[in-house]
């Protein structure tokens, strides 16, 4: 640990922050369907401030005022939420960030200068599109923090560098809080709160900032490096958003597959058979069985050209659904009937989701099944954790 001190004037050093994150029952909201931050930050060396004097509530004002002034910080550690665990290494240093997010094996790297956002990362990408994924590979890709199609992953984002937004995270929850005694952490003097969202350490010298918030089993984050300076620079290879936008409908005009005879958007054709079924399988159907009335349903609403296929068995003997194949899986137990429908489309995107209970018109559930794994319902069950 690095600890900077100046004669009568105390550097920072480093901090500890814990987030709470959403998780990804939607990719596209990777890291998702966002990443929502409850942090603190560090001690400095120096002379006692009195904070180890005052009230609990007040401890965390100060904490929060102190976190609002912060310039540049170092995140890293990792959180549980929702069987999901997210891991962040992240550096920000003024307007400026770069960091590194791993949510359950999905990875990417990103810079963020002013408006501009680069990403990094295949699986994370091809979460959000295929044609984005494809086209860019393993390079950069340049975009803007205004980006729609980027949102929840700017917003996750500036939860974590935004000194703003972590100062008003901190302490949502809005207590009790109640002191719990003084010691240290990592050599530097704090004194203990107790509150909503964990056990937050705050400095006793210099300004008081927050220093760590341990969840327990939920996690923990540490800051490091608190007012230092980052060499954080713009990627070279980078592919601009906007040419791989251009390219994709360029390509898909030109394609003769248009959408009244294929699937176009997996997530669409999805969600709208488990709402159909949600309506079709009835209390009274009695068993899974009933969910092969489901094609008949189904071949009213589709074209006539996508075929239905519904599957029932051994599910690593199932073919994989296409473009023009949708696919509906019935599985009983008596534990629970299952109606799982997998969807794929012109893009290569293969959505899954399933409903459960008996009869199976319950507990909807989605996922989409990881880029380069076949279109089947075995990987769409996998997708989904069963």
């Known amino acids: 640990m690095v600890r900077r001190c100046a004669t009568r004037r105390s550097a920072p050093s480093p901090f500890i922050a814990f987030i709470g994150v959403i998780i990804v029952s939607h990719p596209r909201r990777a890291v998702a369907a966002g990443l929502a931050a409850s942090a ?99 390079k950069w890709l340049k975009t803007s923090t205004a980006d729609s199609t980027f949102s929840d992953t700017t917003s996750s984002i500036d939860s974590l560098t935004k000194p703003s937004d972590l100062a008003d995270s901190l302490g949502s929850k809005g207590g009790p809080y109640s002191k719990t005694g003084t010691g240290s952490v990592d050599g530097e003097s704090v004194v203990f709160v107790k509150g909503p969202e964990g056990t937050m350490a705050v400095a006793t010298s210099g300004k008081p900032y927050p220093v760590r918030l341990d969840g327990g089993s939920k996690g923990r984050m540490d800051v490091t490096e608190y007012g230092a300076s980052f060499d954080i620079s713009v990627p070279g290879d980078a592919v601009d958003a906007s040419a791989v936008s251009s390219s994709s409908n360029s390509s898909a005009s030109s394609t003769d597959t248009s959408s009244d005879k294929v699937i176009g958007d997996a997530t669409k054709e999805r969600d709208g058979v488990l709402e159909v079924a949600q309506g079709t399988i009835t209390d009274s159907s009695g068993s899974a069985s009933d969910a092969w009335g489901m094609a008949s349903a189904l071949a009213k609403l589709l074209p006539a ?3 239905v296929s519904v599957q029932q068995g051994d599910v690593s003997q199932t073919p994989p659904a296409s473009p023009t194949n949708l696919v509906l899986y019935v599985q009983e137990s008596s534990n629970g009937d299952l109606f799982l429908v997998v969807v ?43």
């Open 40 to 138: 603190l930050l560090l001690a400095a060396c120096g002379s006692g401030n009195g904070e180890d004097g005052k009230q609990a509530q007040q401890i965390v004002n100060d904490a929060k005022a102190a976190l609002r002034s912060a310039t540049s910080f170092h995140v890293a550690g990792s959180v549980k939420s929702d069987n999901s665990t997210t891991t962040v290494d992240i550096r920000v240093d003024g307007s400026k960030s770069a960091g590194h997010v791993d949510q359950d094996g999905t990875a990417f790297d990103f810079v963020e200068t002013g408006s501009s956002l680069y990403l990094r990362g295949k699986d994370f990408l091809a979460s959000l599109s295929q044609d984005v994924a494809g086209a860019v590979g393993g």
């Open 344 to 386: 794929d489309d012109t893009s290569g995107r293969c959505e899954a989701g399933a409903l459960s209970g008996t009869p199976p018109n319950h507990d909807p559930q989605k996922a989409m099944v990881p880029s380069g794994q076949d279109c089947t319902a075995e990987n769409a069950l996998a997708a989904l954790g069963g």
């Open 305 to 307: 050209n996508i075929d």
